[in-house]
């Protein structure tokens, strides 16, 4: 009877210890402790990248008008100083013109110039063509290099001095020297010189 009871409760605890886990019943490694987990990967950051450059503005051209008014280089020759422009007055009267740019010269012997550079939508020779100067004389002035056309006058007498005036033209851009010395004679003759020297930059001033 007592080997029954035994036989029993054997049975009774393998059937339990077989119940207690699905785990396999390896007694070397039921009481190990669970492999570890792998580490969650960082997540990617989107890289942003950077925003282009700023388009570099290409450079500015260069005034046209600007370039055709006289320098101290050009007219080293004639010993003038840079001085404030005075008002041209007499003859000859232009229209008004779109943009306008004027410098001023003063000679040693007091005698002034002063140069006017104007541009016009059109064509300048027309526009130089239709000035009329009742007042005053015609001065014959070649034609220099660089420019289209040339007009030159003399006169009216005005504060003591007979000023001369050439007028150059080269496509809508038309150059004004006006001379203001002690005599006509004087003032033509520093007109003709400067016509050439203003030539040369009306032709450096074109597009």
Avoid: H
């Avoid at 402790?33 to 890289?47: F, Q």
């Avoid at 740019?101 to 003063?106: A, E, K, Q, S």
């Avoid at 939508?121 to 040339?150: F, I």
């Amino acid at each position: 009877m007592r080997q029954r009871q035994l036989v029993v409760v054997s049975a009774v605890a393998l059937l339990l210890a077989g119940g207690c886990s699905d785990r396999p019943n390896d007694l070397d490694t039921y009481y190990d402790d669970p492999a570890p987990s792998a580490p969650d990967e960082p997540k990617a950051v989107p890289v942003q990248s950077p925003p282009p450059p700023a388009p570099v503005p290409p450079p500015a051209a260069p005034d046209r008008l600007t370039e055709a008014l006289l320098t101290e280089a050009d007219v080293a020759g004639e010993g003038v100083e840079r001085a404030a422009a005075d008002e041209p007055s007499g003859c000859p009267g232009l229209p008004p013109a779109e943009q306008r740019r004027v410098t001023g010269w003063r000679y040693p012997s007091g005698a002034t110039f002063t140069q006017q550079v104007l541009a016009y939508s059109g064509d300048a020779a027309a526009v130089v063509d239709r000035v009329r100067c009742d007042d005053g004389s015609p001065m014959t002035v070649s034609v220099p290099r660089g420019a289209d056309a040339a007009r030159g006058w003399c006169g009216p007498q005005r504060s003591g001095s007979t000023p001369c005036t050439v007028l150059l033209t080269k496509g809508g851009i038309v150059s004004v020297l006006w001379v203001a010395a002690a005599s006509q004679g004087r003032s033509a003759d520093a007109a003709r010189r400067l016509a050439p020297i203003a030539g040369a930059a009306l032709d450096r001033a074109r597009p």
